[in-house]
């Protein structure tokens, strides 16, 4: 049986009030009571938080970072502000020393087996450098 269109006009209606809500929930991102920066000039920002850790310039933008808050603005009016996270993040060891703390030690030691290029060691040729 092919749907009707009472049951076509409350489908509508569900998918019209679902994207409202959605689009509503999506407006109301920042919590209520949260003094916000946007709009302020460079000096009422200053005159706020006081002078920022580093900014970079490019061409009619500025980005200030400061202790917890990096902030954008273009021609002297802050246009975005971001929260930034107290903790610092955890650093990734460089990948040839997480490559070496694999190794035996013995490998890394053995200066004989560096100097025979075992290093560079092909499938090709490893009797002849091994030997």
Known sequence: ???TLAHR?????????????????????????????????????FTRLG?????????NRVVMFFDKERLVL???????EEQLSSEPSARRP???AAFAARLPAAWLTN???VRRGAA??????WRTRWA
Not at 51 to 59: D, L, M, T
Not at 74 to 80: F, L, M, T
Request: glycine share 8%; charged share 15%.
């Open 1 to 3: 049986m092919p749907p």
């Open 9 to 45: 006009l409350k489908v509508f209606l569900l998918a019209w009030v679902l994207a409202i809500v959605s689009a509503s929930a999506a407006l109301a991102a920042e919590p209520a009571g949260a003094p916000t920066l946007m709009g302020l000039t460079r000096a009422q920002v």
């Open 51 to 59: 002078r920022p850790k580093s900014q970079i310039v490019a061409g």
């Open 74 to 80: 273009r021609d002297g009016i802050v246009i975005e």
């Open 94 to 96: 460089p990948a040839l």
């Open 111 to 113: 200066q004989r087996w």
């Open 120 to 125: 560079r060691c092909c499938w090709a040729g």
